[in-house]
């Protein structure tokens, strides 16, 4: 008697744009679905580049897999229950985050499907509140290069 492998979507989001995405990852034969979230657009203005840098990354990932990945347009919740339905998935595997519509999308998901989370790797160990980007990466920086600064002389341009 053979076990039926449970099929999975892949839940791709803002914040797991990546071709090195652990979910993507652990499933490269899964179908893959980003959204973007109409609900979310509408009350956080997000700029026409990010938006364009986003479905490049978007596009760069499906370039990368044999899977299919689709984008959609419309409420991420709706779009995924859609998605797993048309698939067949029993299973939605996604790389956490700390939005807080994440964490609303994923409990509504539980209800009917398996989510499988996946830890990604930090940037940096810094935990502490973020309020403006140059802050943060003054605290971050050499941490992240490994003790040599972004414009030190290794990294300027001859």
Known sequence: MSVKTPKTLVWIHGDSISITDPALEQHPDSPALFVFDRPFLEKVPVAFP????????????????????????????????????????????VSITTSSRFAAICTALEREFEVLYYQRDRLTSYDGKIKRFFGFWKVVEAEVMQGEGLFSSKHKHR
């Not at 990010?50 to 370039?63: E, H, S």
């Not at 689709?70 to 991420?76: H, N, P, T, V, Y």
Request: glycine residues 4%.
């Open 50 to 93: 990010r938006l364009a840098f986003m479905y490049q990354g978007v596009r760069d990932i499906a370039a990368a897999r044999t899977a299919p990945l689709e984008i959609r347009l419309g409420d991420a919740l709706t779009e995924l229950y859609s998605a797993a339905k048309a698939q067949n998935a029993s299973q939605i595997a």
